[in-house]
């Protein structure tokens, strides 16, 4: 084996190698643009929203007893 021959052999790995590349970036640009169509169906396909319901409930308070007991403080000095 020569050295010319094995430079032929190695210029046929990157063309094999460029073309496995560009196969798989097309691959993947075809899947992108699936998917974008995907969320778009489904974007389109979403139920649409009811009409805004507002309640309005006036709270009532409830019944409170009276204090058992009533305590005073008385501070006669202040903190710094």
């Not at 075809?30 to 979403?46: K, M, N």
Request: net charge positive.
């Amino acid at each position: 084996m020569t050295l010319l021959e094995r430079g032929g052999r190695r210029a046929t790995r990157p063309r094999r190698a460029r073309f496995v590349r560009v196969l798989l970036l097309a691959a993947a640009l075809v899947l992108a643009f699936l998917l974008g169509i995907a969320v778009s169906r489904t974007l389109d396909e979403r139920p649409a929203p009811g009409p805004a319901v507002t309640e309005v409930r006036t709270l009532t308070p409830l019944a409170q007893q009276p204090p058992t007991r009533t305590v005073t403080v008385t501070v006669t000095e202040t903190a710094p």
